[in-house]
């Protein structure tokens, strides 16, 4: 297996965190920039196109499987060139411009739910699910992993805990939202709060303000790896962007949420939220409405038990557990069919 990657690219850390091996090529995205830019930009595609080509040529692969972004537009290329199957998953509601134009290209395309489908011509869909990490869904299986896990970050049963983040970069807008309610927050729940780099050193000192027995219900992060599964285990409502994770990871756990789309992803997050909305698993606060509507939102579901249940069910009725397994098996039949 390789991975395929942009350079510069903040997958790369988390890639060969994971043992895979990586290689990285040059692609930018065109939209919205200048004439200057887009220039520059469709300079790095053929030098994307270029590199990729040389990659296959080493690499030799029998299939190539892709998740969408710019980075994958001279890679699909070089790959259908050297007569070599495209599988492409779309984890997201609506597919962006990378993948409406790679699809063409695809022998099939990987979706996360059914409404998706429309966007691409018939028979060429497979709906999967959102895959997650195997890790998770270990811990989900077990009830008990939930006190384990509230133990293991220092909290109790008495008050039930909000999760708050806002991706691998944080958002701002959630950050001063919550803090600028934050002992209205602490009167009734527990919060874990993970804040990004950017905003980690200032949350970290309005943590510092707080007397010290709010303190102890209020844990502060820049970041999580691998202690994010505890952290969604234990929480009883997260407030968050809507990337597309929250389509697996929230109703394998059946956790309710508040989900304030990132304005500027196109219509991605927000296709996002609105799905689990009308699935009532989830509440949606414009990202410009954070700070009129998100303490009332918050406290209104963390203190009402029944709310929160229905909501956990309604999620958890969205659940694909087997998502990863339906991918795998997609890639198999695709990647042998490609090879008679």
């Not at 918050?298 to 990863?324: F, H």
Request: charged content about 20%; proline content about 5%; glycine content about 8%.
């Amino acid at each position: 297996m390789l991975w395929v990657g942009s350079l510069g690219g903040m997958e790369q850390g988390l890639v060969e965190r994971a043992g895979l091996k990586i290689e990285l090529i040059p692609a930018t995205g065109v939209r919205g920039k200048n004439p200057l830019a887009i220039v520059g930009s469709i300079w790095s595609l053929g030098r994307g196109y270029r590199r990729s080509q040389e990659i296959i040529r080493q690499f030799q692969p029998d299939l190539l499987f892709i998740t969408g972004g710019y980075v994958c537009v001279p890679v699909t290329l070089a790959a259908r060139q050297a007569r070599i199957p495209v599988v492409i998953y779309l984890p997201d509601i609506e597919p962006g411009l990378a993948i409406k134009f790679l699809a063409r290209f695809a022998d099939k395309v990987a979706i996360t739910t059914a409404e998706t489908a429309r966007f691409f011509k018939p028979g060429l869909t497979v709906v999967t699910g959102y895959p997650v990490r195997m890790e998770l869904l270990s811990a989900a299986a077990d009830e008990a992993n939930k006190d384990a896990a509230r133990r293991q970050l220092g909290l109790t049963n008495e008050w039930p805990v909000l999760l708050v983040f806002g991706g691998s970069r944080g958002a701002r807008s959630i950050n001063r939202a919550v803090t600028d309610e934050l002992e209205a927050y602490l009167k009734v729940c527990q919060v874990i709060h993970i804040s990004g780099e950017l905003d980690a050193g200032w949350v970290q000192a309005r943590r510092a303000e707080l007397p010290p027995e709010l303190q102890a219900r209020y844990q502060v992060s820049a970041y999580l790896h691998e202690e994010m599964i505890t952290a969604l285990l234990v929480a009883d409502l997260v407030v968050s962007r809507a990337g597309a994770s929250i389509l697996g990871e929230y109703p394998l756990l059946g956790l309710p949420s508040i989900l304030a789309p990132y304005p500027y992803a196109g219509t991605h997050q927000a296709l996002n939220a609105a799905y689990l909305a009308r699935q009532q698993a989830a509440v949606v606060i414009n990202d410009a409405d954070l700070n009129r509507d998100l303490k009332g939102a918050v406290i209104g579901l963390i203190t009402d038990e029944k709310k929160l249940q229905t909501m956990r069910q309604a999620c958890k009725n969205l659940a694909k557990p087997d998502a990863a397994g339906r991918l795998a098996r997609e890639l198999l039949e695709v990647g042998l069919h490609g090879r008679n």
